[in-house]
């Protein structure tokens, strides 16, 4: 069934969604090298294999902590609790399975995260995690 709202399943609509930072520094070989920024987002979207939508944004404005990737819960999820999640300096395929393996079991505020992604946890301003929101 497609929401034609949205364009995507009705799953997806309703599941956590994943934003992953393309901006100035996140993506970029010359701040990050020896990681394959172009193949990060498909490796991601396999993993999860259609358990969240994973878009591309400009500049998070958390630059030290490239690369970004930012877990919103889904709307169960939120209503658990759930609040979104930064994860940073995610520039290997073992955390993206990680993060994968905790958003097909429900992300923020359904399945508590595997014990290694507190790691990448990272605190943003409310400025910044606002421009997410928005």
């Known amino acids: 069934m497609i929401n034609k709202r949205s ?6 609509a309703a599941s956590c ?3 992953v930072c393309r901006g100035c520094c996140c993506g970029d070989a010359g701040k990050i ?3 394959d920024h172009a193949g990060q987002i498909p490796r991601l ?8 939508p994973v878009r591309a944004s400009e500049c998070l404005d958390v630059c030290d902590q490239a690369n970004v990737v930012v877990v919103q819960p889904s709307p ?4 658990a609790g759930g609040r979104p999640v930064w994860l940073g300096l995610v520039n290997d395929d073992d955390a993206l399975a990680d993060i994968a393996a905790w ?17 990448y ?4 301003s409310r400025r910044v995690s606002a421009s997410l929101e928005g």
């Open 33 to 35: 090298p020896g990681v």
């Open 121 to 124: 946890a990272i605190k943003v």
């Open 103 to 119: 958003i097909r079991a429900g992300g923020p505020g359904i399945a508590e995260p595997p014990g290694i992604l507190d790691l």
């Open 76 to 79: 169960e999820g939120r209503a």
């Open 17 to 19: 969604r994943v934003t």
């Open 45 to 52: 979207r396999a993993a999860l294999d259609g358990a969240a």
């Open 7 to 12: 364009r995507r399943p009705a799953a997806q």
